[in-house]
């Protein structure tokens, strides 16, 4: 059995060598706010009240734009949908938190930090203290996203654009989902959602995030049900 | 009015995060959900991926030879081999810088 220190460690180990996508991501976040004209401590306070960077990106984006702040709440919100999917993975192993834990330690969860603590949980389903793996993985990035956003508040447009560092977003989910290339039926889920992401790309308040794993979840549901 | 509206997206992410782990009970979910959901990063992630790959920042397809193409391939190969997340992330983002750059 582990103590609750060995395992917030190793929650914070699992999502450490994700800093070298989350934290170029946040200096651009940050860098993109204050280019768009807005005062920077209301981009940073963003990185406090929302906790979610491409949804950061795109609410700012919008008003910028002209959108109506009704356009800018709804695209958020349909964007971190997706928490609302990783909420029932991880119910499985945080039923036994109070109340009141549950309502903090959620605050916590995001994409890198979930993947991380989902695939601890998985491995160690017996541990008693197994939240304070999401705790040190959450915690970790919720810090450094704090201190990368302000950093590209202050750089601003010393951030080279040329460097195309949002390309590490997709490279650091690349890094969580390789290893699931060897299981066919993970493959054909993945492919699915990928596609349809492309195919709904245009969809309104950039719902292909969440129509693409609903569409990709659904056909888990026909795999499950053939290979029985 | 711009900090209202962070509140309130702040609030609905909140309840985004909050809702399946504090206020759903997990015993309402029926057991093929329960394994359906064991999919759920394989199911999400590509759609993070595919698009941040393959269509640039003003919203259209990329040609098929630009360089994200090739350093995505190089990091899917890369964290493969290696199984290590570090690698796998400066493997794509420098093969890209080298494609862009020096070539």
Known sequence: MLSKRQIFSKGILAVAPHMFSVIPFGIVCGAIGIELGFSPVLVYAMSIIIFGGASQIVFLQLLSGGASALIAVTSVGVINSRHLLYGAVLSEYLEKLSFIKKLLISYLVVDQGFAESNKFFQKNRNETHLHYHLLGSGGTLWVCWQISTLAGIILGSFVPEELGLKFAVPLTFIAIVVQDIKKLDHVIVMITCGLSSLLFFDAPFKSYIIISPIIALFVAALVLRLKK | ?103
């Open chain 2, 1 to 103: 009015m711009t900090w209202f509206t962070i509140i309130i997206a702040g609030i609905i992410t909140y309840f985004m995060r909050m809702t399946m782990v504090a206020l759903v009970d997990r015993n309402l979910l029926g057991e093929r959900v329960k394994a359906v959901l064991t999919y759920v990063p394989s199911a999400v992630f590509p759609a993070i991926i595919f698009p941040g790959i393959f269509i640039n920042d003003y919203g259209t397809f990329i040609e098929m030879n630009d360089p994200k193409i090739f350093g995505a391939i190089i990091a899917i190969l890369v964290g493969y081999f290696s199984r290590n997340v570090i690698a796998t992330i400066i493997s794509g983002l420098f093969s890209y810088w080298i494609i862009i750059f020096l070539l």
